[in-house]
């Protein structure tokens, strides 16, 4: 082989230029590539070259003698296979024939190589002629780019993202992988040009597209274009199209385009929402606004109200002030009369006129102290009713009984219905208060010999109660603020007595128990206040009526002095022992004076609780007195320990309390209390219930 010639002459100076094949060993010297020639049959290399020596660190006299193993990476020993392989070199791979390889360098650092091998006789020998060329970096770069490719893929799938090169004549010349997913066809299948793309866009977006694409031919700019695309499966999909001009060196676009899409469903129907949900917060803003302006409107009435309410209130103080007073100014003028010296001197006429002006006067302020607890009770939302089937036959006959004597001092003229036969659900208690203050209020303000009429009738599923009467009647004005509290319509001047809260309590009550209440009036003519409660199915039942109410005790019969004579007649039958229990000493008076009239009683008094109890353990008493708020010990402890003890256990407390706050009769009966006054009690009252306990206590002793 003639271009291998100088390898075949042994003993040629090398340094002579002369010298036949000097010309070969300057080439195999001077190329820039790795070159050597390894021995076949000693498996060392025999020449190298100085672009081998660089490239792998070694000198050329450390290059003489290396062999395979001396290139080969540690991973790559034992992985060759049988026909590169040779049990001299253990299995080595031969990394000296032609193929890509990696090397080791002197260094301990490996390179990637593509080797060019072939087999010759060198100096009667066969070698193999290796030229290594160090490909690291190219296959680095080459997996660089695969990387960046495949994450490239990846960015456009999670982006839903593609791209065509569209060329002269809308003919599609190249397309993303992630073109076909998105449109959901093959790559078989897909569109060639722009007009077989131009079916796949939605009907309505259609001329808009074309005129954008045509657009884009002419003017070659860049453009921009959202649209709908009906994918193959049916499902249609927002897409968004950037169109631009893909220049050549001399700056002409030459008709070819770079075309990217993108699917931006969820971004547009995240749009849609937002904008759905900004008209719709939109629309809520506007009906808070709408319910703002009406809030101000309702608060400016209600503050206007409120100042009515106010000054109502102020008249009321003033009003009150008046209407309190005028009775205790009879209580403590009559009074004061009463203790002056000489009275025994007077005219028996004269001092029981005083005494009906006490009494007269101390009613009255009962009734309003009752009246200001009721509307007090009703706001605080304290007042329970019990809802049952009331006969308004019986109560219509004790509402009669109890107004007669108010209607006879005016000359008024009363009539009730001789019979009525329907039922209501109502409470019976708060229904003969609300019927008995309706009532009297058409007495108080009629004329002196004028009528009122009570009679009822039905309104299909109601019952309506009717009060005429024939007074001055209301204005329009009146009828507007007739319920409101303290506003008694200009009668404040009036010599009517009342606090103008009457009504209001009545109409609550009414509410109350699922009723309503109403008036119409005719000034100058007179007014029927109504009453409509829910009917009942039941019949009604007759029933005894109940004159004692402390709500209007002023109501009360002028023959109440023949039932205090007719009680204290009853109670003179046997010797009895009375224990009044009492921390005030004029309410401890005034229980003395009025058992004081009872023949054969003795009567025990005690300032405190802890006092009742060991004097009642020391005299065993008949009846007991009771006080609720007491020093030391409670009128309910008290009572509580006398129960306790076998002494005093049938010895009947009767309560005598000035809390007449709702439930706390039910609670002081329900305790053990035999019987519960409130104070002011009504003289009937106390003997009735001591009475009743003189009767207990003597049912007891039987036994």
């Not at 003993?11 to 020639?37: H, M, N, Q, T, Y």
């Not at 005429?468 to 507007?480: A, K, M, N, S, V």
Request: aromatic share 6%; charged share 25%.
């Amino acid at each position: 082989m003639a271009e291998t010639a100088w390898f075949l002459r042994s003993g040629v100076e090398p340094d002579a230029p002369d010298a036949p094949g000097e010309r070969e060993r300057v080439l195999f010297e001077s190329c820039p590539l790795p070159l050597w020639i390894y021995d076949l049959d000693t498996r060392r290399i025999r020449h190298a070259n100085a672009a081998a020596c660089l490239k792998y660190g070694w000198s050329r006299e450390e290059f003489a003698g290396l062999t395979l193993r001396d290139f080969q990476p540690e991973d790559q020993i034992g992985r060759s296979s049988d026909a590169s392989s040779d049990p001299f070199e253990g299995h080595v791979a031969d990394v000296f024939v032609t193929g890509c390889w990696r090397h080791r360098r002197k260094d301990g650092s490996v390179i990637d190589v593509e080797v060019t091998a072939n087999e010759m006789i060198f100096m009667g020998r066969r070698s193999r002629f290796v030229c290594p060329h160090d490909v690291t970096r190219h296959l680095r770069t080459e997996a660089l780019l695969r990387e960046r490719k495949a994450a490239l893929r990846r960015a456009q799938g999670m982006a839903r993202l593609a791209h065509n090169i569209t060329g002269p004549g809308g003919l599609f010349e190249s397309w993303s992988e992630t073109l076909p997913i998105l449109v959901g066809l093959s790559a078989e299948d897909m569109p060639r040009t722009a007009r077989d793309w131009l079916p796949m866009v939605h009907p309505e977006d259609r001329d808009r597209f074309r005129d954008v694409l045509i657009d884009a031919g002419r003017s070659g700019r860049h453009h921009e274009v959202d649209y709908r695309l009906v994918r193959a499966d049916g499902e249609t999909i927002y897409v968004h199209e950037v169109i631009e001009p893909m220049l050549e060196l001399s700056g002409q676009s030459r008709g070819r385009w770079f075309c990217t899409l993108q699917d931006v469903t969820g971004q547009k129907r995240a749009q849609e929402a937002i904008q759905r949900a900004n008209e719709e917060l939109e629309a809520r803003v506007n009906e808070r606004t709408m319910q703002l302006q009406v809030s101000n409107c309702e608060l400016a009435f209600a503050t206007a109200a409120a100042e009515r309410a106010n000054r109502s209130k102020s008249e009321f103080l003033s009003n009150m002030s008046h209407e309190l007073r005028t009775p205790l100014n009879a209580i403590v003028g009559f009074g004061q009369l009463l203790a002056m010296p000489g009275l025994m001197e007077r005219e028996e006429a004269q001092r029981k006129s005083f005494i009906e002006h006490i009494v007269d006067g101390g009613r009255h302020l009962l009734t309003l102290i009752n009246e200001i607890l009721n509307l007090a009770q009703i706001e605080a939302g304290k007042v329970d009713v019990h809802i049952e089937r009331v006969p308004l036959g019986p109560l219509l006959a004790e509402c009669d009984a109890m107004v007669d004597p108010l209607a006879a001092r005016r000359d008024i003229m009363m009539r009730f219905p001789l019979r009525c036969d329907f039922f209501v659900q109502a409470d019976r208690m708060r229904l003969k208060q609300v019927l008995l203050n309706l009532v009297s209020n058409a007495i108080k303000y009629n004329r002196d010999e004028g009528k009122v009429h009570v009679d009822s009738e039905s309104v299909g599923e109601w019952v309506r109660i009717n009060v005429r009467d024939t007074g001055h009647g209301l204005t329009p004005d009146q009828i507007g603020s007739l319920f409101e509290a303290f506003n008694r319509l200009g009668q404040d001047t009036s010599s009517e007595e009342g606090s103008g809260i009457g009504l209001v309590v009545t109409k609550r009550l009414v509410e109350l128990m699922g009723g309503r209440i109403g008036v119409t009036s005719e000034p100058c003519v007179g007014s029927v206040f109504y009453v409509e409660l829910p009917k009942s199915a039941d019949k009604p039942v007759r029933g005894l009526m109940d004159f004692d109410d402390a709500d209007h005790a002023w109501l009360l019969p002028v023959n109440a002095d023949d039932r205090v004579r007719l009680l204290q007649t009853g109670l003179a039958d046997e010797d009895a022992t009375i224990l009044c229990v009492d921390d005030d000493a004029a309410s401890l008076r005034l229980v003395q004076q009025v058992l004081a009239t009872l023949p054969n009683v003795t009567l025990l008094t005690a300032s405190n609780g802890r006092l009742g109890v060991e004097m009642a353990l020391a005299h065993a008493p008949s009846v007991i007195l009771m006080d609720s708020n007491m020093p030391e010990m409670s009128g309910a402890q008290a009572q509580a320990r006398l129960r306790a003890d076998p002494r005093t256990a049938a010895i009947p407390v009767i309560a005598v309390s000035a809390n007449a706050m709702p439930g706390e009769k039910t609670a002081g009966l329900a305790a053990g209390f035999f019987r519960y006054l409130t104070k002011p009690f009504e003289v009937v009252e106390l003997l009735q219930a001591v009475g009743d306990g003189l009767a207990e206590a003597r049912a007891h002793a039987l036994r």
